[in-house]
């Protein structure tokens, strides 16, 4: 579970994210949308105890990431939108690495099943200089798998990935979902966050615009009846150049 309460982050006069509320339950895939600038990074990066907030709380998994750090962080992935790889490890030795950082005692029989779903078995041997972006990408996730978190927090995951690599990752994403986890998925590809998740967070100018399942946000604005989620998007942000 994730829960964040009053979360607002302060750059000098500047308000990145202002008093900022929402909880993702068991099971649940929040969809994190806003235009560039509206403080979805900022979000992300407090969630995942990069950013420490200016004011608020955040929990992961019942613990409060300020004052139990290494029990939230031991319960949660965070998958930034670019990969950050050990240029000299190859993809197996990545997987054993963070097996030993988050004390996995059933490493040896997770690798094989996650290499196999994420299609980078036949790169296990592989540097992270000979695999392609999307390749890249699907070694970061797998490493965030491991430890099989029970939040999980995603930035933009289909970057690079082709159809294939595309059409895995949804299913992924789905069936960690139906495991348990918490999900939190930041993408500007609107069609993704309307396919995958079951409500969605609009930022705008650092504030919450709306929140809840799409039908839900729809429903309390008559205006925007029988739209889908790009119109509903360009309309609660109201400022369709940015996007």
């Known amino acids: 579970m994730i829960e964040v309460s009053g979360l607002t982050k302060l750059y000098g006069d500047v308000v990145a994210v202002d008093d900022l509320s929402f909880r993702v339950g068991p099971g649940e895939v929040m969809g994190l949308v806003g235009p560039n600038g509206a403080g979805k990074t900022t979000t992300l990066r407090s969630l995942a105890g ?9 929990r992961i998994a019942g613990a409060d ?9 031991a319960a949660l992935a965070f998958i930034p939108d670019e990969p950050q790889l050990f240029e000299y490890l190859t993809v197996s030795e ?10 996995v005692g059933d490493a040896a029989a997770r690798v094989g099943p996650l290499l196999a779903e994420l299609d980078l078995l036949d790169k296990r041997d592989a540097l992270p200089a000979e695999l392609s972006r999307g390749m890249r990408q699907k070694l970061a996730i797998a490493c965030g798998l491991l430890h099989s978190p029970s939040a999980l927090i995603l930035d933009e995951p289909l970057t690079g990935l082709d159809p294939a690599g595309i059409r895995k990752m949804k299913a992924t994403v789905a069936h960690r979902a139906r495991g348990g986890a918490a999900v939190v998925l930041s993408s500007h590809l609107l069609h993704l966050v309307e396919e995958l998740c079951t409500q969605i967070l609009v930022l705008h100018r650092g504030r919450r615009v709306a929140y809840g399942p799409i039908a839900s946000i729809i429903a309390e604005r008559p205006e925007l ?13 109201g400022d369709p150049a940015r996007t």
């Open 50 to 58: 990069i950013i420490i907030p200016t004011r608020g709380s955040i």
């Open 65 to 73: 990431l300020a004052t139990a750090p290494r029990r939230a962080k």
């Open 94 to 103: 990545h997987l054993r690495f963070i097996a030993r950082l988050y004390q």
């Open 225 to 237: 009846a029988g739209r889908g989620l790009e119109d509903v998007f360009l309309a609660l942000t």
